[in-house]
């Protein structure tokens, strides 16, 4: 090592830096040692390790140098190897750091609420979001706590049976009712199912549950819906855009006689007779396409009988959960009471004007009889007033029926009521019966002509005179119809002279009767007093009050 | 039914159910100088047209109990009898021109008997 010979050997870029280290050392008189590569004699580098120490005579002057070289090639490869190790495990560990956050992170984030349980069914771990959903505040408190205590009712067996399936390694799913640690009642979607340890038998549960009350809330509201549609006493129905029928409610089958099996075969034209089907092609369905709206009266054809039912239908479109059109729907009201009520109502009108029209025809020749056969205007005036009021008597007993018929009785204590009304010197005696509206107004008016002769010239123009008003039904033997009998009888009044002229009095009371009860009336006069019979099939008088 | 002489040769036939309008108008034609004959029903009246072919005017009313009304009377007249005299009357809704005879006219009741009577003069001459 005296000389400089040796640098050939060494690689020609760690050379300055060796160099530099050994002419330090040989000035410092230091020992050198240094790890440097050399060439040898293969021609191929090699780490080597070089020691050199100076050796000094007694007087510790240096004497020398003194050093070798030791070939370390294989230590420094196990170091290299060693250190690359490490950082593989390094960047194995942050992997797998990286991937619990990301894991931690979803569980955090999870809405649902997941737990593991262990296999007694206690829990042991809820996720971060399952903690928030429970409105779990410390999880120590539950941690251990067996989890199908949580659930009430149905729940709880569901979740019992859950846990027993879990442990036989299958899994469960259920719909449940549990409160939330804040005691909030929530619906719960369950998934149950075993987690397996490496030997592939279940060594934990896990139990994963989404909080569903907001859409059990909604399918409890459309159920509420769906039972108001069910039971609606309109017709509800719902058809395709080609009309093909596809709902009814009971209603809906109850008012057009339809069987609702046979729902897959009709369209909304079978609802309808054909020029009403017409009209709903033509313009309704249209009108619904155009305005989303159409509402009007319609006629409805019953599939049984083919009666036509009035109806207010009302259309509108179906769509789907896009807003797209998928049909229409119908809520239809059955108006036949309302027609009929109408029907009775123009009918009633129609029957108010006739029946007034008709009694001014009568008033009319009432009126132009007493003017005509009147001795003068003032008597004339008299009697038509008297008449008129006989007229409006009659009018009130007929309204009192509906204008269906008169009470007779009825009829002759209104005659009688200015005079006392019945008693002793007006007799009545017969059986309840109701007279036909058409013969009424002439009889109250025959009624009255009678009285008032009475009362003038008759028997109660007369102290101690009476009349005997009775009349009687005979049912008719061999087959023969019934027959109605009155008898009007006058006693103990003046001696009684046949009149010379017959007025109008008479007229109504015979003429008039007979045409009217299309039978027989006579007045006679026998000085001891007038006498008065009616003789008629009772069908054409009217009938007994059963 | 009461006959009665006719004094210009005209004859009436009067068919009213009502009997007490029916005799008021009767008395009033037969006043006017009119032949007057009174029937209660449609079917009634038809009789008489039968019998008497003295009837020229034939004044009717239109709701009668019988088999026919007074409507279906009138086309009977028009159809058997061409040259009477047709008056239709009623209380209730008048009838469609399209529903009478050809030649008749339509009074709504109660109505003037001496427009009734002009009218009739009218349709005769």
Redesign the interface.
Same mark, same amino acid.
């Given at each position: 090592m005296e000389g400089w010979g040796w640098q050939s050997v060494h690689d020609p870029d760690v050379l300055p830096d060796v160099m530099e280290g050994w002419t330090g050392a040989i000035a410092s008189g230091a020992p050198f040692e240094m790890v440097f590569p050399l060439r040898g004699a293969d021609g191929v580098f090699r780490p080597f390790l070089t020691r050199v120490v100076p050796v000094r005579d007694l007087e510790g002057n240096l004497r020398r140098w003194v050093g070798n070289n030791i070939d370390i090639s294989e230590q420094v490869g196990i170091e290299i190897e060693l250190r690359q190790s490490q950082k593989k495990l390094e960047e194995a560990n942050r992997t797998l750091a990286e991937r619990e956050a990301f894991l931690s992170s979803v569980l955090g984030s999870s809405t649902d609420c997941i737990k593991v349980l262990d296999l007694d069914g206690r829990l042991t771990f809820m996720s971060e979001g399952g903690q928030k959903v429970m409105e779990v505040t410390d999880f120590g408190t539950i941690s251990g706590s067996p989890w199908p205590d949580f659930w009430q009712g149905q729940g709880n067996i569901e979740a019992r049976a859950a846990i027993e399936a879990a442990k036989s390694g299958s899994s469960h799913s259920f719909v449940g009712r549990a409160e939330t640690m804040a005691g909030n009642p929530r619906w719960w979607d369950v998934a149950v199912s075993p987690i397996r340890g490496s030997d592939g038998k279940p060594d934990g549960i896990l139990s994963v549950s989404r909080d569903i009350t907001a859409s059990r809330e909604n399918e409890e509201a459309r159920d509420q819906l769906a039972r108001i549609v069910e039971n609606s006493a309109d017709f509800i129905g719902m058809a395709r855009l080609d009309g093909t029928v596809f709902f009814l409610n009971d209603a809906a089958c109850r008012l057009v006689g339809f069987d609702r099996a046979a729902i897959a075969t009709v369209t909304i034209a079978d609802f309808f007779p054909p020029e009403e089907a017409e009209i709903v092609r033509d313009e309704v369905l249209p009108a619904v396409a155009r305005d989303n709206f159409w509402s009007g009266e319609r006629l409805f054809r019953h599939f049984g009988t083919d009666e036509l039912i009035p109806v207010i239908y009302t259309v509108f479109p179906v769509t789907d959960h896009d807003g797209k059109r998928i049909g229409y729907a119908t809520v239809t009201r059955d108006i036949r009471n309302r027609k009929r009520a109408e029907a009775q109502q123009q009918f009633l009108n129609?029957e108010l004007?006739?029946?007034?029209?008709?009694v001014?025809?009568?008033v &009319?020749?009432?009126a132009?009889?007493t003017l005509?056969q009147a001795d003068d205007l003032s008597s004339a005036n008299i009697a038509l007033a008297a008449r008129l009021a006989a007229l409006g008597q009659a009018t009130d007993v007929l309204t009192a029926k509906a204008w269906t018929s008169a009470d007779l009785r009825e009829l002759v204590d209104r005659a009688f009521a200015p005079y006392g009304g019945v008693g002793e010197r007006i007799r009545v005696a017969g059986p309840s019966l109701m007279l036909l509206p &058409?013969v009424t107004?002439?009889f109250a008016?025959a009624l009255h002509e009678l009285t008032t002769n009475a009362v003038k010239y008759g028997a109660l123009s007369a102290p101690g005179g009476h009349v005997d008003l009775t009349w009687s039904i005979t049912k008719g033997s061999n087959g023969e119809k019934p027959r109605f009998h009155l008898l009007w009888q006058e006693v103990g009044g003046p001696a009684v002279q046949a009149p010379i002229r017959r007025g109008f009095g008479s007229?109504?009371i015979e003429?008039?009767l007979r045409?009217?009860f299309r039978g027989e009336a006579q007045l006679e006069f026998p000085t001891s007093g007038l006498v008065f019979t009616l003789d008629a099939s009772l069908a054409d008088a009217g009938s007994m009050v059963e | 039914m009461d006959q009665s002489i006719s004094l210009n040769g005209r004859s009436i036939l009067i068919v009213e159910d009502e009997a007490i309008v029916r005799f008021n108008l009767a008395d009033f034609f037969e006043q006017a100088g009119y032949h007057v004959t009174e029937a209660e029903s449609a079917d009634e009246a038809i009789v008489i047209l039968n019998r008497d072919s003295s009837i020229s005017v034939v004044l009717t009313d239109v709701h009668m109990p019988g088999s026919i009304d007074g409507l279906k009377l009138a086309h009977y007249v028009r159809d058997r009898f061409p040259p009477t005299v047709l008056v239709v009357t009623s209380g209730e809704s008048n009838p469609r021109q399209a529903d009478l005879p050809t030649d008749s006219v339509f009074v709504p009741k109660p109505f003037d008997p001496q427009l009734v009577l002009d009218q009739i003069k009218r349709m005769a001459a």
């Open positions: 129609d004007s006739h029946r007034l029209k008709n001014l025809a009568v &009319q020749s009432v132009s009889q005509r &058409q107004l002439a008016l007229m109504m003429r008039s045409s009217y | -």
